[in-house]
Structures are given as C-alpha cells and as structure tokens.
C-alpha cells in the first residue's frame, strides 16, 4: 500500500466511521515520535560527513528531512500496522 500515511488516524486521534472508539484503548503503540527529530537523530552526523566531502556547494545537503520529503522517490516513512 502506497500514500501519505496518518499518523492521527493510526494513534485514533480521530474515530472513521469503521473503528469502534471502545477498542482505542486496546491499541499498542511500539513506537511513536516526532518524525523530524528521529531524522535528526539518525541522520545528522553521517549527513555533516557527506557534507564535509563535498566540494560543490550545491551538492551539500542543509536538511535530510526536507529532501526526502521533497524528493520524487522517497517517502518520509514508512509504517507497519500488526
């Protein structure tokens, strides 16, 4: 499955008409943090080497985040529901 994915929905911020709002609490969330900061944690020392290889200035990334989500390929994330 392909899309944009909801990160509401998927934590019932929201009720759609096929969920029963007496069963949220049953739900396990195994992971659950602000997208931007994991970037951040993951990719910022790597993306400061590959910055520092770089001798054109317009190959040099300024935030991972932002491209990926700008990119044509990739997706921000991607999410498994068990």
Do not use: W
């Not at 911020?13 to 195994?30: G, I, M, Q």
């Not at 020392?45 to 040099?60: G, M, V």
């Amino acid at each position: 499955m392909t899309g944009k994915g909801s990160v509401n929905h998927n934590s019932r911020k929201f009720h759609a008409k096929n969920t029963d709002p007496e069963r949220s609490c049953l739900n396990v969330e195994y992971c659950n943090e602000n997208i931007k900061d994991v970037y951040h944690e993951l990719f910022d020392e790597a993306l400061a080497r590959y910055n520092e290889k770089q001798t054109r200035s317009d190959r040099r990334i300024d935030d991972y985040y932002e491209k990926i989500c700008s990119g044509k390929q990739e997706k921000p994330f991607h999410e498994i529901i068990l």
